[in-house]
């Protein structure tokens, strides 16, 4: 069956090379051109002279005057109804080149609504040296229109030569579906008009902004550059003349955009769309998708016509049912800045500024040429910490844009291969600037920074992407500087970060010193092994130990207690460690289990009944204020019914005896400033 199929580059250059065909064929069969000389009486829309013209063919009158009668007369206008070369698909343009006696010609139309009443449609353009001429287009196949010239005395002899061009039409950058679809031009900017597959036209298909059902098949639009080219009057001709359209302005902008919306997809990047020359119209083709077979990328060519289940069996990419042969939608491989490849079509390549490569090419078979620092796969490198400090000025601009999932301005690859535990801080300078680090390449769950102190960098590879709007951008990596160390067992010491850490100690930030540290003051810290310990907050949460801040540590203090771990619940002999980190509540008086009804415990702020004032009490906080009435828990709680019995307690975070909405500020204050490790809020 595939031997059987039509393989074309494109539907588009099959058009244009039938037409130019054609053109060649009418001219060589009326070779050398024929002049075809007016016939009177044709003085009135009425009694216009019917002609076939074809390229390069000419006609001929006389006329000085727009009269309409008496017929015959020299006088009075001259009127054509012109058949001009045949279109075999497409969109072929007409134009009508006069020369000779100053005339006005112009393109007539019919009001519908009246039946031939003689309308104005366009007028003809003056050119140097005195040249008029009209144009009109035919869509899909060849359409007559009704011509007219009037002169003055003293001489009104002329001479008009047809031209047929195929016109060269740009395909909107994808197919889309069948059914509603919004076509739009900028605010103030001109008009567009939509032809089917058969070169129709209705009243709805044209405008600013509209809204049209398609059909599955090829559309054709027409899109005018300046202001109101496109009026009433204008479009009149597709009554008569269906699948013509005539243009009315003069001057060209160098592009305007058009944008097509339809539900359910994302908005297109608009199509700019040029214009050269006066009077000029541009011309997309737009597929729309629909059921039955359809075009199918395979290898470096497009075969015609294929099932989506034969292209699959060929090996090839369906383009839709009900869409021709365009190459620019086929896939292959595009080259990025970065040396990274994409598989896109053309308009996909374009966007990502990216190199496209040879039709039928694939990511796989073509080796795209990389950069360094251009991407995760060859980054620049550096070695940590023999390399500290070190300092790069970045081109990120020059290195292409990645990583979405970061953000949308370009950006330059690190990788930091760290033999050794090392302490590091990292900054970036430049307007806007920005970078981001992890392990993963790209570290796309990460927040940007502009510095970041006390990276804690273990041995292995961290990934650096260093982002930047002004395209040269400042990196510096270097060892964490000393600052204020506040020691274990209370004091204080200037050392690096890294060296504090590694005898228990809270490092203080850059440039800190001991004199301003504010240092906390040293609390009971039950250990691991039971030993009590006198150690500031952060020392005694970086041990794994837990704190007693309103104890005094004695030899039995941490040692074994009883534990409740619930209502009714309790376990001897637990080290006040473990109980606290289980959730559990030590009985701290050496009460035995026998003589402890163990009861859940409140504690202010610890809404879900973990032994910890946290984070993870917010949610929790959340859902028992919205349910404080309820007698029961909601599906969202999550925790134990016992625990959502003393919400109420655990909840009056302002100790007024009521759990309610004047609890939130106080339990917001907690979350902020409640120190780690504490067992309850605070009262306020």
Known sequence: MLANRVTRSSSHALHTTAALIAILLCAALRAPADT??????????????????????QLSGASTGSATSPPGDPATADY???????????????????TGAPVTPSLRGINPGIPGLDVL??????????????????????????????GSPPSGAYVATLACSPVSTTPFPHPINAGVVTLALPTGLNRLVVFDAAGRTNPDWRGQYIVV?????LHHVAVSANDDPITEA??????????????????????????????????????????????????????VRGPGPGACCIGAGCTADLTPAECSAAGGFFLGGSVGCEMSYCPRACCLPSGNCLFVNVDECAQASGVLQAAGSTCSSINCPNV?????????????????????????????NDYPCLGTLPDAVYRLVVTEPVCARITVTGAGSLFHYGSACPPCSSSGFTSRDRISLLPGETFVVVRSPACDAVLRIEACPPRACCLAQGGCSILAPDECTAIGGEPRGLNSMCETANCPATEPCCLADGVCMMLIPFSCTAAGGRRLPDETCTADLCGPKACCRGPGVCQEAVLVRDCLATVGVPIMDGTPCSASPCEVVCRRGDVNCDGRIDNFDIAPFIVAVLNATNPTPPATWGYSSACWGIRACTGDINRDSTFNGFDIDPFVACMVTVPAGSLECPAP
């Open 36 to 57: 075809i000389p007016e016939s009177e009486p044709n003085d009135t829309r009425a009694t216009a002279q019917v002609i076939t013209l074809g390229h390069g063919d």
């Open 80 to 98: 054509f109804e012109i058949t001009p070369c045949p279109n075999p698909g497409g969109v072929m343009r007409y134009r009508l080149t006069f």
């Open 121 to 150: 449609t366009q007028g003809a353009f003056v050119q140097p040296g005195g040249v008029r001429y009209l144009t009109w287009f035919g869509v899909a196949t060849s359409n007559p229109a009704v011509v007219r010239v009037t």
């Open 213 to 217: 059902t398609l059909a599955p098949g």
């Open 234 to 287: 204008s479009v009149l001709p597709r009554y008569e003349f269906p699948g013509s359209a005539s243009t009315t302005f003069t001057t060209p902008p160098a592009q305007r955009p058009l944008t097509i919306l339809q539900a359910g997809f994302p908005e297109p990047q608009p199509l700019m769309l040029n214009f050269t020359e006066p009077h000029e119209l541009a011309w997309v083709r737009l597929w």
């Open 372 to 400: 360094p620092g251009a991407a995760c796969s060859n980054p620049f490198t550096i070695q940590l910490p023999a390399d500290l400090p070190h300092v790069a000025t970045l081109p990120v601009c020059d290195l292409g």
